[in-house]
T-cell receptor, first 112, second 115 residues
Framework: GDSVTQMEGPVTLSEEAFLTINCTYTATGYPSLFWYVQYPGEGLQLLLKATKADDKGSNKGFEATYRKETTSFHLEKGSVQVSDSAVYFCALGNTGFQKLVFGTGTRLLVSP | DVKVTQSSRYLVKRTGEKVFLECVQDMDHENMFWYRQDPGLGLRLIYFSYDVKMKEKGDIPEGYSVSREKKERFSLILESASTNQTSMYLC??????????????FGPGTRLLVL
């Protein structure tokens, strides 16, 4: 079945550092890919998404490109802030199925 | 602004109790979902519903049931709570126009402790 694998955390960075969180997937067909973020004490919220190969999703300085050839959707940000400290989830949704498949989450800790 | 609310943020129950977790969405979404979130395991789908009175099992339905009598409300029921059901429970909703490509909107979660 469909699955998502993302790098284990925590990822610890200093403010203004470059961020990459790796995400790869296994799926049949042409899934949509998502990054969700969970701030402390809150539920998940959509950060960005891409619905087809070579699409780039972007929001709040974060970017991820849907790479079908490498089955990847890595999350990047050029300069992280303390307020970016959160847990990031990569997810996959396939046409015809209502549910999303989530990765295990990666905790990001940004220090001043 | 989209909104998914859950009846409790924190809940403490005893083993064997019947537990009800309520979720309400105000976006007229067809689909609603219940997940549990555990460290190192990510989010796992318990049940989902694609219409009133319709439900489907997710990946880990054992020990749970659900009810959806109205479009905006989706309840998760633990028939006889056990300590291994101590977890964070997240509710979500989405439109159903394009199946799994739709964004899911999440509530704040209910942290349940079963003693």
């Amino acid at each position: 079945g469909d699955s998502v694998t993302q790098m284990e955390g925590p990822v610890t960075l200093s403010e203004e550092a470059f961020l990459t969180i790796n995400c790869t997937y296994t799926a049949t067909g042409y899934p949509s890919l998502f990054w969700y973020v969970q701030y402390p004490g809150e539920g998940l919220q959509l950060l960005l998404k891409a619905t087809k190969a070579d699409d780039k999703g972007s929001n709040k300085g974060f970017e991820a490109t849907y790479r079908k050839e490498t089955t990847s959707f890595h999350l990047e940000k050029g300069s992280v802030q303390v307020s970016d400290s959160a847990v990031y989830f990569c997810a996959l949704g396939n046409t015809g199925f209502q549910k999303l498949v989530f990765g295990t989450g990666t905790r990001l800790l940004v220090s001043p | 602004d989209v909104k998914v609310t859950q009846s409790s943020r924190y809940l403490v129950k005893r083993t064997g109790e019947k537990v009800f977790l309520e979720c309400v969405q105000d976006m007229d979404h067809e689909n609603m979902f219940w997940y549990r979130q555990d460290p190192g395991l990510g989010l796992r789908l318990i049940y989902f519903s694609y219409d009133v009175k319709m439900k489907e099992k997710g990946d880990i339905p054992e020990g749970y049931s659900v009810s959806r009598e109205k479009k905006e409300r989706f309840s998760l029921i633990l028939e006889s709570a056990s300590t291994n059901q101590t977890s964070m429970y997240l509710c979500a909703s989405s439109l159903s126009e394009t199946g799994g490509t739709e964004t899911q909107y999440f509530g704040p979660g209910t942290r349940l402790l079963v003693l």
